[in-house]
């Protein structure tokens, strides 16, 4: 009988330890998908600019700061991104032209604006696009970052903004 007493003492301390670990492991993952969250921030290869940044634990995905107006005949647009934190994921940023009237996406499809492998660093850098101008009507710039797995993690929208004729 004392052995299966002394074997009960041994199963709930085991417990408690496995309690411990998947604790951790849950804050772990909510301080990873809260990183992911919030705004979101992205570069392109027409010409991004970057700055080093501080390293991190955790996956840091943001897109922030869109905007965008219209510039002779074309639409300008930039956001700013800061992505890096966990090495090696493949991020992608994308861009649609959403009529801002109807709601609805004035662009065929989500254009990439620029694709990014993450490093331990934090970068920062702003994305800029030109958009040829569409028919007249509101309008603004929706800039999206998604995981490798197509799953979002980040998004900002430029100020809404009219093309006239």
Do not use: W
């Amino acid at each position: 009988m004392n052995s299966t007493y002394t074997f009960r003492s041994e199963v709930p301390a085991s417990l408690g330890r496995v309690r411990i670990a998947l604790a951790a492991v849950g804050l772990t993952v909510l301080v990873a998908a809260l990183a992911a969250c919030g705004s979101s921030s992205s570069s392109s290869s027409s010409g991004g600019t970057s700055s080093g940044g501080q390293k991190a634990t955790s996956l840091v995905a943001k897109v922030s700061n869109a905007k965008a107006s219209l510039q002779g005949g074309k639409i300008v647009a930039s956001a700013d991104v800061e992505e890096g934190g966990h090495p090696g994921e493949k991020l992608t940023l994308r861009y649609g032209l959403v009529d801002a009237v109807s709601g609805s996406r004035a662009s065929q499809d989500e254009v990439v604006v620029a694709r990014y492998v993450t490093t331990s660093q934090v970068k920062k850098v702003t994305e800029t696009v030109n958009i040829p101008k569409p028919t007249p009507t509101d309008y603004l710039v929706h800039f999206v970052l998604y995981a490798p797995d197509g799953s979002y993690l980040a998004s900002s929208d430029s100020d809404v903004f009219t093309v006239g004729s």
